[in-house]
């Protein structure tokens, strides 16, 4: 596994999209986080459990703007959403890192924007830093 990080703004989805276009496989933390939070999704289950059903569109998928606005100024509302939220995507990268190897893939990238800051640099061969 290779971690890949950096920055806002400093070309990581552009080094994503080469390495992609190689046909080394991506495992995206950003596609994940919206995945792990679908309707029907244990992790939505818990959103709703904790914030309630204002936080849902009609269709029953997450209303981001309306989370954002009950979590940006309130830490532990923060707090206890990344405890749901992070880690579902954790498990979900790395059962996607598990699928690639079953399929034969003998090297995976692993786009995480907050690799770092998250701990799971640990878990990583090497990591990859892009800045600008």
Not at 23 to 37: E, G, T
Not at 62 to 72: A, V
Not at 92 to 99: D, E
Request: proline content about 6%.
């Amino acid at each position: 596994m290779v971690g890949l990080t950096g920055g806002v703004a400093t070309g990581k989805s552009t080094v994503s999209s080469l390495l992609k276009a190689k046909k080394i496989p991506i495992v995206d933390a950003d596609v994940l986080a919206r995945q792990v939070v679908q309707p029907g999704t244990p992790a939505l289950a818990k959103i709703i459990e904790h914030f309630g059903p204002s936080i849902l569109l009609p269709d029953g998928s997450l209303d981001r703007k309306q989370l954002g606005s009950i979590i940006f100024n309130h830490e532990p509302k923060r707090k206890k959403l990344n405890s749901i939220v992070h880690p579902a995507v954790s498990y979900a990268i790395l059962r996607s890192v598990l699928l690639h190897w079953i399929k034969g893939e003998k090297m995976c990238i692993v786009d995480v924007p907050l690799l770092i800051e998250g701990g799971l640099w640990k878990l990583m061969g090497k990591v990859v830093v892009v800045y600008w």
